[in-house]
T-cell receptor, first 112, second 111 residues
Framework: SQQGEEDPQALSIQEGENATMNCSYK?????LQWYRQNSGRGLVHLIL?????REKHSGRLRVTLDTSKKSSSLLITASRAADTASYFC????????????FGQGTRLTINP | EAEVAQSPRYKITEKSQAVAFWCDPI?????LYWYRQILGQGPELLVQ????????DSQLPKDRFSAERLKGVDSTLKIQPAELGDSAMYLC?????????FGPGTRLLVL
C-alpha cells in the first residue's frame, strides 16, 4: 500500500519557471524524503526533512513540511530541461527499522 | 563515487520460468532493500535486510519470490515461477543511516 499521494500527477512548464509538487500522507512519520527518477533509471535522493523541521533548502530546491496537515511540497526554482523526471515523496514511517513508503510520483516535463 | 550495482539490467523471460536478480550494495551499508516498481507507480518494498537478516518481507509474495543476503553483503532476488504480472522494474537500494541509494534497476518482461 502507498501512503503518499503526489499532486499533480503530471506537470508541464516552460524552462525558467518554477515547479511545485505536493505530497500528502496518512500516518505519523520520522522524516519525509524526495527522490528523482529519470526515465528507466534508479531513484536519486534529493532532500530529507525531519518531522520537527518546517522548511529546508538545497540549491534550487525548497521543501516544506506541515505535520498538522500531513503534507509536504517540493519547489524547484528556475527549472531546466535536465529537471525533466519523475519526482517521488517517500515517508519514513514510525515503525522500528527505517521503512520508506513511496507515493505515486509527479511526472515533470520542462519544455525548452 | 560508490554506487549500487545491479545485474542484469534487462531480462526477458517466459512465464513459468525462473529468474534471478543480483545486487551489490555500497560498501559498508548494512541495510539493503528490494523494491518492485510497476510502470507509472512508485516503488513498493518487497524485502528489507539488516546485514544478513530479513527485517521486513511482509509484501514479498513468498509462494514464488525468495531473497537472500547470505554474507550480509550482496543479495539475490529470485522469482520462480515467473508470472505475466511480475513484469516490472526491480530496484535495489542500500543505506547507512536514513538516505537510500538506488541501483539502476532490472527491467523484467515476462511473456
Amino acid at each position: 500500500s502507498q501512503q503518499g499521494e503526489e499532486d499533480p500527477q503530471a506537470l508541464s512548464i516552460q524552462e525558467g519557471e518554477n515547479a511545485t509538487m505536493n505530497c500528502s500522507y496518512k500516518t505519523s512519520i520520522n522524516n519525509l524524503q524526495w527522490y528523482r527518477q529519470n526515465s528507466g533509471r534508479g531513484l536519486v535522493h534529493l532532500i530529507l526533512i525531519r518531522s520537527n523541521e518546517r522548511e529546508k533548502h538545497s540549491g534550487r530546491l525548497r521543501v516544506t513540511l506541515d505535520t498538522s496537515k500531513k503534507s509536504s511540497s517540493l519547489l524547484i526554482t528556475a527549472s531546466r530541461a535536465a529537471d525533466t523526471a519523475s519526482y517521488f515523496c517517500a515517508t519514513d514511517i514510525m515503525q522500528g527499522a527505517q521503512k520508506l513508503v513511496f507515493g505515486q510520483g509527479t511526472r515533470l516535463t520542462i519544455n525548452p | 563515487e560508490a554506487e549500487v550495482a545491479q545485474s542484469p539490467r534487462y531480462k526477458i523471460t517466459e512465464k513459468s520460468q525462473a529468474v534471478a536478480f543480483w545486487c551489490d550494495p555500497i560498501s559498508g551499508h548494512a541495510t539493503l532493500y528490494w523494491y518492485r516498481q510497476i510502470l507509472g507507480q512508485g516503488p513498493e518494498l518487497l524485502v528489507q535486510f539488516q546485514d544478513e537478516s530479513v527485517v521486513d518481507d511482509s509484501q514479498l509474495p513468498k509462494d514464488r519470490f525468495s531473497a537472500e543476503r547470505l554474507k550480509g553483503v550482496d543479495s539475490t532476488l529470485k522469482i520462480q515461477p515467473a508470472e505475466l504480472g511480475d513484469s516490472a522494474m526491480y530496484l535495489c537500494a542500500s543505506s547507512f543511516v536514513e538516505t537510500q541509494y538506488f541501483g539502476p534497476g532490472t527491467r523484467l518482461l515476462v511473456l
